[in-house]
């Protein structure tokens, strides 16, 4: 049998949540760039064509559901890359605590915007 | 029968001449996925001049996209994004334990459809730019 090289830690949940995110983000991800690159192109892009966009709740909640996912995903993956390399301690503690707060700054500040551009929740 | 397998400390690049094809899909991944967490932070930071004003959004989309390095710089993001999808579902085929086998295989096909998907994407992600 080949060998199994895998970066999972048996009962470890860090890299399953990150399988789990990379199933949704990989379709979110794709529709995105399609949307935005080949369906609408991007040096036409406007405040209106935005501002259409988010108020419809369906596609409202999907971009702020992809700005968790993708954050979370993009963060998580930082951390467990650096653990895998070593990081450890109170290094590992401070690096999560600075990863986490840069989480949430970008989260607020994606909603923000999103909610700019709907001029509200568009309930 | 399992055997036990020392591969060493694999995050030593020091060894890069001895990587094999599963090792360079390892190391591209982490490479494009600090790139794309990268893009994340700055993606939101531009987009966030829709605070500012209506005007202040459209205009600085428009500005970017009207320069040639920044359409550049877009083709080179959608080749890592595709490379990481690609390379992404890869993952989660082997972690189900399916195609562990032919991973070697299904890392150069990740490599080749990116660029096929990347060179197919360039006129339109160059329309319209002046150069």
Known sequence: ?123 | MSQSYNRGLIEDFGRWREFSAGMWAWIFHKFTGWVLVGYLFTHIAVLSTALTSEAAYTTTIQALESLLVVRILEVGLLAVAVFHILNGLRLLFVDLGVGLEAQDKSFYASLILTGVIVVASVPTFLAGVSI
Not at chain 1, 23 to 35: D, E, M, N, P, S
Not at chain 1, 51 to 76: C, K
Not at chain 1, 83 to 110: D, M, P
């Open chain 1, 1 to 123: 049998m080949a060998e199994r090289y895998t970066s999972f830690e048996p009962g470890g949940t860090r890299w399953l949540w990150q399988r789990l995110t990379a199933a949704f983000l990989v379709i979110v991800l794709a529709f995105h760039f399609f949307l935005l690159h080949f369906v609408n192109h991007a040096d036409e892009v406007t405040f209106a064509m935005s501002e259409a966009r988010m108020t419809q709740l369906t596609y409202f909640s999907l971009m702020i559901l992809f700005l968790v996912t993708a954050t979370f995903h993009g963060v998580n993956g930082v951390y467990n890359a650096l653990v895998n390399q070593g990081l450890s301690g109170s290094r590992k503690t401070a690096v999560k605590a600075i990863l986490g707060i840069a989480s949430l700054v970008l989260i607020v500040q994606g909603v923000r915007t999103a909610i700019a551009w709907a001029g509200g929740v568009p309930i």
